[in-house]
């Protein structure tokens, strides 16, 4: 099965090895036909601090590391 990958972006890095990723989905409401949008937050596991507020970054889903954390950060967003 493959490893889902999101992207979001860095929300707090306050921890170390670990940040916080707001990820956003939109999809259309199948009644109202509304787009919508909404956010959830992951913890990932960043190894070396790399990642600084503000950042865009790309994560992938990985064995669990901690009671909290089950995603690890792939590499910087291209834009």
Not at 26 to 42: E, M, N, S, W
Request: positive net charge.
């Amino acid at each position: 099965m493959p490893k889902r990958i999101l992207q979001g972006v860095v929300t707090s890095d306050k921890n170390d090895q670990t940040i916080t990723v707001l990820v956003e989905r939109r999809f259309t409401h199948p009644v109202l036909k509304k787009t919508i949008r909404k956010t959830k937050k992951y913890r990932a596991h960043d190894e070396g601090n790399a990642f600084k507020v503000g950042d865009a970054v790309r994560i992938q889903e990985c064995a669990p590391k901690s009671k909290t954390k089950r995603w690890e950060v792939l590499s910087p967003q291209a834009e």
